[in-house]
């Protein structure tokens, strides 16, 4: 009896009582495809809440609250209550914030009129302006052209142009003030939560608003490392009164329920669920052990040493093990096939930037629909058979041990 492990009687265990085997297989292929779906989904929904900003150009949209939002008594022009004033020497302070590398300041307004209510969006018209938020309006132009500085001339969204048969050439009065479409735009998948209804020269919505020269109220920051960007966030709110800072965690709390929790704390759920499996994978094999004492007792009986006892325990629980990982990796790869075809519904705009939402009808913008970009890490499909080889083999050793070391003769009475 000077084997180190008995294959043959390994097998048999294996495929004689295949039901235990099975049992204990996949419950921890069960445990494993969870723990790694945890994973990919918290870093899927982490990523996708980054896809507004990416077309953007932005990691930070930077906004002043209205300290009272009460309904305006005057129908018209007027400021969004979530995006006030944001002066020049406040803008000049956030472009020369440390990590920031571009930075773009917009007018943001809305029209509420009799029956119809819109968004403005007053860019910078200047060929190098940095190419960030509605800035990026040179990139979406499907039809026409662009406005000209100084002129009474716009852009319109495409969904908005066809529900108003606004084509160019036609002319739209705005604060009493005609101006003639002469393009088209398409905004890109991801970036409605900054789109606007319409689009006019920076200089025009500022006249239209009544608002002095080099005012904005709406900054778009680019962060040079992507991983700084809530720290930046952290410190303008530190120092800009009222300031509202959408950053990709904005966009995670827009998430509902599950989405938001897994997307927000996957570190954490990750390391839950794999305690979890452990020690669901503990008391699986510690359960194949005990239901086996009276057949261990009888090896040592046959001549079998104790380490060769939890030797062969350990061994035949590894194998297990493996087996289960392998079966998790199944269960993963048919997982990700399903989440590959979920998508997920991204908010038309921020929060309190929709007219709409402060009263009823007019043109409600389309939220955005995007395919979950799910990806996988080389650590994602080896580590559920290492690890629970691994763990079931060490589970087999330490539980195998309690029981060897117990009476032979009472352990075969029982």
């Given at each position: 009896?000077?084997?180190?492990?008995?294959?043959?009687?390994?097998?048999?265990?294996?495929?004689?009582?295949?039901?235990?085997?099975?049992?204990?297989?996949?419950?921890?292929?069960?445990?494993?495809?969870?723990?790694?779906?945890?994973?990919?989904?918290?870093?899927?929904?982490?990523?996708?809440?980054?896809?507004?900003?990416?077309?953007?150009?932005?990691?930070?949209?930077?906004?002043?609250?209205?300290?009272?939002?009460?309904?305006?008594?005057?129908?018209?022009?007027?400021?969004?209550?979530?995006?006030?004033?944001?002066?020049?020497?406040?803008?000049?302070?956030?472009?020369?914030?440390?990590?920031?590398?571009?930075?773009?300041?917009?007018?943001?307004?809305?029209?509420?009129?009799?029956?119809?209510?819109?968004?403005?969006?007053?860019?910078?018209?200047?060929?190098?302006?940095?190419?960030?938020?509605?800035?990026?309006?040179?990139?979406?132009?499907?039809?026409?052209?662009?406005?000209?500085?100084?002129?009474?001339?716009?852009?319109?969204?495409?969904?908005?142009?066809?529900?108003?048969?606004?084509?160019?050439?036609?002319?739209?009065?705005?604060?009493?003030?005609?101006?003639?479409?002469?393009?088209?735009?398409?905004?890109?998948?991801?970036?409605?939560?900054?789109?606007?209804?319409?689009?006019?020269?920076?200089?025009?919505?500022?006249?239209?608003?009544?608002?002095?020269?080099?005012?904005?109220?709406?900054?778009?920051?680019?962060?040079?490392?992507?991983?700084?960007?809530?720290?930046?966030?952290?410190?303008?709110?530190?120092?800009?009164?009222?300031?509202?800072?959408?950053?990709?965690?904005?966009?995670?709390?827009?998430?509902?329920?599950?989405?938001?929790?897994?997307?927000?704390?996957?570190?954490?759920?990750?390391?839950?669920?794999?305690?979890?499996?452990?020690?669901?994978?503990?008391?699986?094999?510690?359960?194949?052990?005990?239901?086996?004492?009276?057949?261990?007792?009888?090896?040592?009986?046959?001549?079998?040493?104790?380490?060769?006892?939890?030797?062969?325990?350990?061994?035949?629980?590894?194998?297990?093990?493996?087996?289960?990982?392998?079966?998790?990796?199944?269960?993963?790869?048919?997982?990700?096939?399903?989440?590959?075809?979920?998508?997920?519904?991204?908010?038309?705009?921020?929060?309190?930037?929709?007219?709409?939402?402060?009263?009823?009808?007019?043109?409600?913008?389309?939220?955005?629909?995007?395919?979950?970009?799910?990806?996988?890490?080389?650590?994602?499909?080896?580590?559920?058979?290492?690890?629970?080889?691994?763990?079931?083999?060490a589970w087999g050793w330490l539980w195998s041990g309690g029981t060897t070391s117990s009476s032979l003769w009472a352990a075969i009475k029982t």
């Open positions: 009896m000077c084997r180190l492990v008995h294959w043959r009687y390994l097998a048999n265990e294996l495929t004689y009582r295949w039901r235990r085997t099975a049992l204990l297989v996949g419950g921890i292929a069960l445990a494993a495809t969870l723990v790694v779906m945890l994973d990919v989904l918290g870093r899927s929904f982490a990523d996708v809440a980054t896809v507004p900003f990416r077309s953007l150009g932005a990691n930070l949209i930077v906004q002043r609250n209205a300290v009272q939002t009460s309904v305006p008594k005057q129908m018209g022009i007027m400021l969004p209550y979530s995006a006030q004033p944001i002066t020049q020497e406040e803008a000049t302070r956030l472009a020369s914030e440390p990590g920031v590398s571009q930075s773009a300041g917009f007018v943001l307004l809305w029209n509420l009129g009799a029956g119809r209510f819109y968004s403005i969006s007053g860019i910078p018209l200047d060929p190098n302006a940095p190419a960030l938020g509605p800035g990026r309006i040179r990139e979406w132009l499907i039809n026409g052209r662009l406005p000209e500085a100084g002129k009474p001339e716009i852009l319109v969204e495409r969904h908005y142009g066809a529900f108003y048969r606004l084509d160019p050439g036609r002319t739209v009065e705005i604060g009493g003030k005609t101006f003639t479409v002469v393009g088209v735009i398409d905004i890109k998948e991801g970036s409605q939560i900054a789109s606007s209804n319409f689009y006019m020269d920076i200089g025009e919505a500022r006249t239209l608003a009544g608002l002095p020269e080099g005012l904005v109220n709406q900054v778009f920051l680019d962060v040079a490392d992507i991983a700084d960007t809530e720290t930046v966030k952290q410190r303008i709110a530190g120092w800009l009164p009222h300031a509202s800072v959408a950053s990709p965690g904005t966009m995670l709390q827009l998430f509902g329920g599950v989405s938001q929790t897994i997307g927000r704390f996957g570190p954490i759920a990750v390391g839950v669920g794999a305690a979890a499996a452990l020690a669901l994978g503990a008391m699986l094999v510690l359960g194949v052990v005990s239901e086996r004492r009276r057949e261990l007792a009888l090896l040592r009986v046959l001549g079998w040493s104790s380490g060769q006892v939890r030797r062969q325990m350990a061994v035949e629980m590894t194998a297990q093990g493996l087996l289960a990982g392998l079966a998790a990796l199944v269960l993963v790869a048919f997982g990700l096939e399903m989440l590959a075809r979920a998508t997920i519904t991204l908010p038309a705009s921020l929060g309190g930037e929709n007219p709409v939402d402060f009263a009823a009808g007019g043109f409600r913008a389309a939220s955005s629909v995007v395919h979950l970009p799910v990806g996988t890490r080389v650590w994602d499909w080896i580590s559920p058979p290492i690890i629970a080889a691994a763990a079931c083999g």
